[in-house]
């Protein structure tokens, strides 16, 4: 079966760094687009990046602080977040759109003092 499976989540300071890493199993990920979502409790899950045909895409919230990149090898797409701001509080979910979506787990960053 296809799997996405994350990690890299935690607690950081205000301005601090991270990287999320996104291993993809039972399926090439660059052959489909791959996102990066995320949702802060109550509110709607939003789209914070996107990669697909080495075309990037970014949220105008996340614009020039993060970084989606996948690494074809390892079959892993990973999400670098700098200048981290406690509103990127949030459940962070990797997502792959193949003939149906798939989903990671989700991997929960905080981002406080």
């Known amino acids: 079966q296809v799997q996405l499976v994350e990690s890299g989540g935690g607690l950081v300071q205000p301005g601090g760094s991270l990287r999320l890493s996104c291993a993809a199993s039972?399926?090439?990920?660059?052959?489909?687009?791959m996102s990066w979502y995320r949702q802060a409790p109550g509110k709607e899950r939003e789209l914070v990046a996107m990669?697909?045909?080495?075309?990037?895409n970014y949220a105008d919230s996340v614009k020039g602080r993060f970084t989606i990149s996948g690494d074809n090898a390892k079959n892993t797409v990973y999400l670098q977040m700098n200048s981290l701001k406690p509103e990127d509080t949030a459940v962070y979910y990797c997502?792959?759109?193949?003939?149906?979506?798939?989903w990671g787990q989700g991997t929960q960053v905080t981002v406080s003092s």
């Open positions: 039972g399926f090439t990920f660059r052959s489909y687009v």
């Open positions: 990669l697909g045909d080495g075309i990037t």
């Open positions: 997502n792959a759109k193949l003939w149906r979506p798939v």
